[in-house]
């Protein structure tokens, strides 16, 4: 079992920063690759970012975000970070991480565990 909580959540204006964690404990996190995924009101829970399991692995991104956000690990902290940069009105959602037991996917049912949600609004 892997328990996730997400933090830094919060209201930012169009152009801004926000600097997202996931905190991890239970089994070892670093058996885990983790995603972030997103879900704005009506529509379904997109892929936003991605990273393997080992530290230096691996990184993937949604093409609406690529160059705005980072995703980053640390593995002696048990946490994944979403550094999100350049933030826009359609980056509004509640935002999870995610961990799956083998590799990367960008489909949220391949994902074994789950966190609770942090909302990111991002106004005009």
């Known amino acids: 079992q892997v328990q996730l909580v997400e933090s830094g959540g919060g209201l930012v204006q169009a152009g801004g920063s926000l600097r997202l964690s996931c905190a991890a404990s239970?089994?070892?996190?670093?058996?885990?690759?983790v995603g972030w995924f997103r879900q704005a009101p009506g529509k379904e829970r997109e892929f936003v970012a991605g990273?393997?399991?080992?530290?230096?692995?691996?990184?993937y991104y949604a093409d609406s975000v690529k160059g705005r956000f980072t995703i980053s690990r640390d593995n002696a902290r048990n946490s994944v970070y979403l550094q999100m940069n350049s933030l826009k009105p359609e980056d509004t959602a509640v935002y999870y991480c995610?961990?799956?037991?083998?590799?990367?996917?960008?489909?949220?049912?391949?994902?074994?565990?789950w966190g609770q949600g942090t909302q990111v609004t991002v106004s005009s």
């Open positions: 239970g089994r070892p996190f670093n058996d885990y690759a």
């Open positions: 995610a961990a799956a037991f083998s590799r990367v996917f960008t489909t949220a049912r391949n994902y074994n565990y």
């Open positions: 990273i393997s399991s080992w530290s230096g692995g691996g990184t």
